[in-house]
């Protein structure tokens, strides 16, 4: 599903972020955005996912406004901090964001993207029980098993060492790409802009490239 960010404009009080932001993501396109800390990159996405209302400006995906019901039916999300339910093992937490999702759990598509993700042997830890990496793929099956037509990720490698960064970059790339999502990511780290064909910049409340 096309993605498209037109004319965006977002003050905190008399302090503009967003100024006139337009952008188009293509259905399966994959694309970095990246800004500075404090630059608006977490309020352009929240606009985005449908979660924090623009002063001006229109969000559609797939040529159909973005609201709850088309966040909770196409968007996957990648909070930076991990939103699982501590009382739930791994795997339960997965079927329950599907059940939020859209009311339907699919327990064979959460085994299949824990195995995807190589964490299908800690799918009875609970959350607490994970390590940096482990949680950061479970982070990420959160947001896939919704099977989602647009993956947002939002500093996905901000706590994540050099290594570590690279490859959850990689995952985040393939599992879009099977999935058939088009990707988005925000981050203040240019040591990702190899890995994508498409880099945006968020400066001065502009987006540009
Ligand atoms: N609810 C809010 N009320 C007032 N100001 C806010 C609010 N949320 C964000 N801001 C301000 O708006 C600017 C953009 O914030 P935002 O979180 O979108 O930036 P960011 O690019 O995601 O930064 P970071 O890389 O540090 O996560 C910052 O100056 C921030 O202090
Ligand atoms: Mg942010």
Redesign the pocket.
Known sequence: MQLEVSGIGLS??D?P?LRDVSLVLDSGEQALLL??????????LNVICGLQTPDSGTVTLGDQPVHDGVRKAHIGIIFQTLRLVSALNVHANLLLAQRLANGVQNAAKVDETLEQLGINHRAKARPFELSQGEAQRAAIARALVVSPKLLIA??PTSALDKGNTKVVAEMLIEAARSAGASLLI?T?DDRLTSQFGRTLM?ENGKVTG
């Open positions: 905190y009080g302090t972020v800004g500075a800390s404090g630059s608006g990159k977490s309020s352009l939002d500093e925000a203040h968020l």
